[in-house]
């Protein structure tokens, strides 16, 4: 006697169904382990290149500029009506002190202020690129036109004549960059604020204060 096993076409369409389903599903779990794959290398290759660029970063901490002012003349300084003009001739001392590193200066403002009041408006320095261990000397005329200041100025202009000494803040204000090898940081805002001292003369404005003693400044980024 002969034992006949025969398979209906549903069952048959079935068993279909389920390979079909479970090669849909194997090829879904491929296609995310290599998009899994791909990511976790692309990770990676960005976490190393951020770990080298922090790495060379610290070990070559940069050091913020220095300036120091090397002379500074005051040919006008008048007020009346609560307003003033003035102009400022100066020389500015600017030095890298970073062995390996460069800077570029893209953006420097200057002016000039008496007891904490602006004297001058703000002139623009050309921006320039500063080698490493590099000095450059940086002049500029600073002046004030119909300024407003407040009316007690013209009690301390007095007061400091009879003192003998006037002083006057040179402030700079800008943006720069590092750059180390081939790469160039992103931009960062920096403040410099130098202190003159200048013997004050009997004629002013007709006379001239000048002051070539320099002065150090400070700089903060």
Known sequence: MSIIDEKSPKHCGSKQQQ????????????????????????STFFT??????????????????????????????????????SSLQLTLLSQNPNNKIGIYYDDFLLYATYKTQQITVQTPLPPFYQEHEEKNLLSATLIGVG???APSLGYEV?????????????????????????WVSGSYRFVVNCVSVMDFGPVVPSGTLM???????????
């Open 19 to 42: 390979q079909n389903g479970n090669h849909h599903l194997k090829k879904i779990k491929n296609n995310f382990s290599s998009s899994k794959k791909l990511i976790c290398t692309f």
């Open 211 to 221: 002051s070539k003693q320099g002065s150090h400044c400070s700089t903060t980024i």
């Open 147 to 149: 300024v407003p200041v």
């Open 48 to 85: 190393s290149i951020l770990f080298i660029i922090i790495l060379i970063w610290f070990l070559l901490r940069p050091t913020k500029p220095q300036f120091s002012l090397k002379d500074t003349q005051i040919t006008q300084l008048s007020s009346g009506a609560g307003l003033l003009n």
């Open 158 to 182: 007095g007061r400091d004549r009879s003192s003998g000494k006037l002083v006057v803040n040179v402030k700079g204000i800008g943006r720069l960059r590092w750059k180390v090898g081939t």
